[in-house]
């Protein structure tokens, strides 16, 4: 009998330790945040270039650890080409020169790296701050939503032909390579145009794409920008973005699993910041061809958090705005995702009607709404009850509190290892405002 209890003693310990997480937010019974990931990449010396990337690449392409990469200008993978990048290299984007890296339509990157050895790309500034260079760029053919199934990039590229720029086509399942494990620090420079490069743009990539461990730190434009096609996204991390962390668009068919946005009032841009934008088209209405897929995003296990020490001034001082923002003709799923310190958690735009129909088309389940000025709001109605009284349905299984950031959170403090996950057995049921 003793030994039975000795064994069912050890029985539980194991699983606590092997299950030490809430399931809500982003999960892993360890922090995958660890060793691959750079809170305080401004203090980081990458040392100088030792290599120039500049034009075309044509031909299959492998850049090696032992070197440092300067992208000087839009360097261009092209010819069906695969640009292979080892693991631990450093690419850095040029200052003066916008330097970018555009995987076109039928070529790939190679970019594989390991949790101990990541790939970084940043900038080749002293100083380094949001927008130093321009960002990557993959262009596939996998399907949008635009009359025709095909679009360009519109970046001001200089004698870039337009096959070197056009994405879209009919394979949703096009292979554009393999990002895993990789950063990308400081990117979205400003264009001519008023308009800013995105760290990450993924338009018309397909499923066959690996698209996983990726950190976007700093970025003046979006952090992770997808337009069309049908990828899955998996770790991804924004890290106090200017703009919008994850932007989907023109009919993109998109899973995001397990993903963090760190948000900071005092680094968001006045032209419109959030966490998650889902829209299936900008401001030309007539180019979208609305009997193809509308942009339709599956996010399971997110955590959106605006850290801050004086949430309810800088609320005050209109510093903080809504995490999440979905516009007409658009779906989303949510569920099990932690939004924390907004104002409010979601809006919607002013044209969705509110009925059953487009309700049932923008969904939140099983979510951790804490410590935010309000929780879904149509745009310029301050009246919401009709979105209280459906979302807070009890079938919903959504939770509203007013917990302390080191209360809801097992380690923020920690600034070269935070930890975003919920703490254990925090969360406490409260009727919704």
């Known amino acids: 009998m003793k030994n039975l209890a000795q064994i069912l003693c050890i029985f539980l310990l194991v699983c606590f330790n092997v299950y030490p997480q809430q399931e809500k937010g982003i999960i892993g019974t360890n922090n995958w945040l660890s060793s691959w990931t750079e809170f305080k990449p ?51 984007g040029d200052f003066k020169t916008n330097g970018s890296l555009i995987i076109t339509k039928g070529a790939k990157i190679i970019a594989d790296g390991s949790v101990t050895d990541p790939i970084v790309f940043t900038s080749n500034r002293s100083v380094k701050k949001a927008g130093d260079w321009g960002g990557v760029i993959l262009l596939g053919d996998a399907p949008l939503n635009k009359f025709g199934n095909g679009s360009s990039i519109n970046h001001n590229f200089k004698a870039a032909s337009y096959d070197n720029i056009s994405y879209g086509g009919e394979n949703i399942e096009s292979n554009s390579g393999i990002l895993r494990y990789v950063r990308i620090e400081f990117a979205g420079k400003k264009l001519k145009s008023g308009e800013n490069f995105n760290a990450l ?89 609305f009997s193809k897929k509308q942009t339709s995003v599956m996010a399971t296990n997110l955590t959106f958090i605006n850290a801050s020490d004086n949430l309810q001034a800088e609320i ?10 979905v516009s007409e003709y658009a779906s989303l799923d949510m569920s099990k995702s932690v939004i924390s310190g907004f104002n409010p958690a979601v809006l919607f735009d002013n044209k969705i009607k509110i009925n059953n129909e487009n309700l049932d088309k923008i969904k939140f389940t099983e979510m951790y709404f804490n ?63």
Not at 51 to 66: A, Q, V
Request: hydrophobic letters at 35%.
């Open 42 to 92: 401004d203090h980081i010396e990458y040392g100088e270039a030792t290599e120039i990337l500049t034009g075309n690449i044509s031909t299959d392409t492998k850049l090696l650890k032992r070197n440092i990469y300067l992208l000087l200008g839009n360097v261009f993978v092209t010819n069906n080409s695969t640009l292979t990048i080892e693991p631990g290299t450093v690419i850095i």
């Open 201 to 289: 743009l993924l338009a018309g990539v397909g499923s066959q794409t690996i698209i996983e461990n990726i950190m976007v730190s700093y970025s003046a434009g979006n952090s992770f920008d997808v337009f069309g096609g049908q990828v899955n996204l998996s770790k991804m991390v924004s890290l106090k973005s200017d703009r919008i962390d994850y932007n989907f668009n023109y009919g993109a068919q998109c899973n995001l699993y397990n993903s963090l946005a760190v948000r900071s009032s005092y680094v968001s841009s006045s032209e419109g910041s959030r966490c998650l934008q889902v829209a299936s088209y900008n401001n030309d209405k007539e180019e979208v061809d």
């Open 316 to 325: 005050k001082m209109g510093l903080v705005k809504e995490a999440i923002y």
């Open 371 to 433: 410590n935010c000025n309000g929780n879904i709001f149509t745009e310029y109605n301050t009246n919401n009850e009709d979105l209280e009284s459906w979302y807070g349905n009890s079938s919903f299984f959504n939770v509203y509190s007013k917990g302390l950031d080191s209360e809801t959170f097992i380690d923020l403090k920690d600034t070269k290892r935070p930890d975003y996950r919920l703490r254990i057995n925090k969360i406490i049921a409260s009727s919704h405002d």
